[in-house]
């Protein structure tokens, strides 16, 4: 399945050049010109033997849910020069999602909560 974000922070756009789409794995990049930053949106079929790792020194952990499914935010004071991440699971479709992105805790939240899978035609 294809995702996207559907209600991005002003400016940024998805920079098609540098998405990276594999079986089991995709990521999606969106620019912003003006500010010179990216955000990152991850996604993954969960499988054994595979794992994210997440830097959690001086950040502030936070248990989220995310339209109705169980995540977790790492948050740091700096996020203007510093990522900050949330990272959410759908079990039901066996998927892993993240965003990385130098937005405050709102912002991070309200962008994962408009994920949306991308209508495609068959």
């Not at 740091?76 to 949330?86: G, L, Q, S, V």
């Not at 759908?90 to 993240?98: C, G, K």
């Amino acid at each position: 399945p294809q995702y996207t974000i559907t209600d991005l922070p002003d400016g940024y756009f998805e920079d098609s050049e540098q998405n990276i789409s594999e079986d089991d794995f995709a990521c999606k990049v969106y620019y912003n010109e003006e500010s010179d930053r990216s955000i990152y949106f991850d996604y993954a079929y969960m499988q054994q033997g595979t794992a994210w790792t997440y830097v959690t020194a001086d950040t502030e952990n936070i248990a989220v849910t995310v339209n109705g499914l169980k995540g977790e935010m790492f948050l740091t004071d700096d996020w203007e020069n510093k990522w900050n991440t949330i990272t959410w699971i759908d079990a039901e479709r066996n998927l892993q999602f993240e965003i990385d992105a130098n937005v405050n805790r709102d912002v991070i939240l309200h962008m994962a909560e408009s994920v949306s899978l991308v209508k495609t035609e068959n």
